[in-house]
């Protein structure tokens, strides 16, 4: 099975840019979750999207935002750039909530921004 | 609120020696628990989680953890290290009894001396 893909790796914006990042989950997985990571604050919790609904979601301002397909893909969009939204971006996936064998995350290999 | 603490933000150790990485939890009822680790500029790679039963679990690359529920806490051990284990790990929790996001530590680098 084909692991979680994101695009694009690595992204050089500008302040007041606009940013659009893309997770593939592994087939068959449902539940999509984004987390930014940075050296000082390690790993943030964005939002977690199960079904195309969002489930829950992290302290972040309203430039952050996401959504999920109907074939379990998910986009996450950040609006007016700042400096301070230079991280790595994770997406991970799982199967669903609800049982043992289903509350483990894959991750992807992240997406890396740069706002200049 | 759950919450997680890895009190050490960086672990030396010697190559073939016992290693523990630490992690303490915070949950209103009963825990998942997950250590994950990462290798420079990959993402997170899963290790081992504690559903339930055993309090001793087994996973990948010969670490196992340890869940103590009097003192709450899943401490990652491997009883002899390797160059190769050098990496970020981090703990994760979250509360079963809650439809809750998964709370993740800060992390703490591990260094394995040669």
């Known amino acids: 099975k084909a692991g979680v893909t994101q695009t694009p790796r690595y992204l050089i914006k500008t302040r007041g840019q606009q940013v659009t990042l893309s997770c593939s989950p592994i087939?068959?997985?449902?539940?999509v979750s984004w987390y930014q990571q940075t050296p000082g604050q390690g790993l943030q919790f964005l939002f977690e999207y199960f079904s195309e609904t969002q489930r829950n979601k992290g302290n972040f301002p309203g430039r952050f935002s996401g959504r999920q397909f109907s074939n379990s893909r998910s986009e996450m969009n950040v609006s007016t750039l700042e400096l301070g939204d230079s991280a790595l971006y994770l997406c991970?996936?799982?199967?669903?909530?609800?049982?043992?064998?289903?509350?483990?995350?894959?991750f992807g290999p992240g997406t890396r921004l740069l706002v200049l | 609120a759950q919450s997680v603490a890895q009190p050490e933000d960086q672990v030396n150790v010697a190559e073939g020696n016992p290693l523990t990485v630490k992690c303490t939890y915070s949950?209103?009822?009963?825990?998942?628990l997950f250590w994950y680790v990462q290798y420079p500029n990959r993402g997170l790679q899963f290790l081992l989680k504690y559903i339930t039963g055993d309090n001793l679990v087994k996973g990948s690359y010969g670490f196992e953890a340890e869940f103590n529920k009097s003192q709450t806490s899943f401490h990652l051990k491997k009883p002899s290290a390797l160059v190769s284990d050098s990496a970020l790990y981090f703990c994760a929790v979250r509360d079963m009894n809650r439809d809750d996001k998964i709370i993740f530590g800060k992390g703490t680098r591990l260094h394995i001396l040669p």
């Open positions: 991970a996936s799982s199967l669903e909530r609800g049982g043992p064998d289903q509350e483990t995350q894959y």
């Open positions: 087939s068959g997985h449902r539940s």
């Open positions: 949950v209103s009822g009963n825990p998942y």
